[in-house]
């Protein structure tokens, strides 16, 4: 692909989608044309050195080893520090020339970790760790046929015979409600037979701070609205404009192919200036 505006796609490439994750809509809400280049024509693009990203998905998973470990009945007696080390390695540092750095970012992760670690009673029962769950979309939405399917981070049993599915959240990502709605119908539709109620937590690692999804009707019906809605634009969008927003700042593609920020774009933008 070209730097610079995509094409028009008149054969709607977009109506070959039928199962649709939160990461997919959202990249289309906030650009359409980063939402082309990622996951239609699914081009490559180096992820530049993020320390930030990196403690996220550091946390992520050292949280994740140690639910796992809880589910399969093991004594929780992992190293935390090692895990950390695990997962935030030295090299990605070192090769940035961040060294210095790396240090800080292994205690910045396990702090995240204890937070997370806190915030599941120990009485719980460990359903699932990062399972996804998906929802086939009924003849009577407007995006009838559709999957949506979201990755739950943590699915727990309280003694109280109430479910909680919960997602955690690091730095300065706020609650997703297309992520938070699709795991929802998704951990819902799989536990209506047990006739149980279902809490839906988010929570901010980075501060301590909870967000419980509203599970009144009118919040679900808004919501999934607007993600049937995105279905639709994505089934019948034949051009991919680039939109600014606050997702420019992590978009692979903004300082290379993006029609608005990129590089490789430049002389594209001065063309079009001159004309």
Known sequence: MAPGPIPATPHRPGRRFTSFSPTELRAYRNCPEQFYRKHIAQ????????????????????????????????????DERALAEQFLPRFHYQKAAELDAW???????????????????????????????????????????????????????HAENVYEHIEFKT?????????EIICRIGVCAELNPHGLPVLSTTYQLSTGAEACLDGGREVLRNILGE??????????????????????????FRETLCSLHGEWSRSNRLANSDS
């Open 43 to 78: 081009e490559k693009i180096p992820h530049a050195f993020n320390r930030a990203m990196l403690r996220g998905s550091a946390a992520h998973k050292v949280l994740a080893r140690i639910f796992t470990a809880r589910q399969d009945g093991e004594i929780p007696e992992l």
């Open 103 to 157: 240090e800080g970012d292994i205690e910045q992760v396990l702090e995240l970790v204890r937070t997370g670690l806190a915030k599941v009673p120990g009485s719980a029962r460990i359903i699932s760790v990062e399972r996804s769950y998906d929802y086939v979309l009924g003849t009577s939405s407007r995006a009838a046929g559709a999957r949506i399917v979201g990755k739950v981070d943590l699915l727990i049993r």
């Open 171 to 179: 730095g300065g990502a706020r609650p997703d409600p297309f992520q």
């Open 227 to 252: 993600i049937e809605e995105t279905i639709q634009q994505i089934w019948n969008a034949t051009s991919w404009p680039a939109r600014e927003g606050d997702g420019c700042a992590y978009c692979d």
